[in-house]
């Protein structure tokens, strides 16, 4: 593990958030909100309405922003979304999850969670200068956010879908590249 459990859970949630915008919309139903939210494991306030659906599709740009942003402007950006949010780190322990950081509380609106769940996972990125493990997806018609955990810094893509799509770019082009251009005739 590169970082703590909810730093990584934080980073995950949030370039997915991110990525939802990326190609075909997957975040514009609250039923949608919903699959997002149980699946990146959010707990505390919920509205299920079309203003809550609204805030998180607002912070995309936003969580885009610091997600891209070098050092010294996501160290900028983190501040003011703690400074924002008015921010007050505790330890706390919930469900099955061990001690971990909130800094809002559960009752405050789920963007307000977001955006401070996502500083305080920024700010454990920039202390150890590790933002290369946040990138562009190396797919050209791709400008899906890449979140690479792994320990040799071998993920390349946002999905598999591009992952898979590139493979078989590959295969063809090498592929094409074993046939000669022009095949002799062999009729006779």
Do not use: K
Not at 61 to 84: C, F, K, Q
């Amino acid at each position: 593990m590169i970082f703590g459990h909810d730093t990584e859970a934080g980073l995950q949630a949030v370039v997915a958030l991110v990525n939802s915008a990326e190609g075909s919309d997957t975040l514009t139903t609250v039923q949608e909100l919903d699959a997002w939210y149980a699946e990146h494991r959010y707990t505390g306030r919920r509205d299920r309405d079309a203003a809550e659906l609204a805030s998180l599709r607002e912070l995309r740009p936003v969580l885009r922003e610091l997600l891209t942003a070098d050092r010294d402007r996501a160290a900028s950006l983190v501040n003011t979304m703690l400074t924002d949010a008015r921010a007050l780190p505790q330890l706390v322990r919930h469900d099955d999850q061990d001690w971990h950081l909130h800094a809002v509380s559960s009752a405050a609106p789920l963007a307000t969670r977001v955006i401070v769940e996502t500083a305080m996972a920024m700010t454990d990125v920039v202390r150890v200068d590790e933002l290369s493990r946040l990138f562009l997806c190396a797919d050209e018609g791709c400008a899906g956010i890449v979140l690479d955990l792994t320990r040799n810094r071998s993920r390349r893509y946002c999905s598999t879908a591009c992952a898979n799509r590139n493979a078989v770019a590959a295969y063809r082009a090498r592929l094409g590249a074993r046939r000669p251009a022009d095949r002799p005739n062999t009729a006779t």
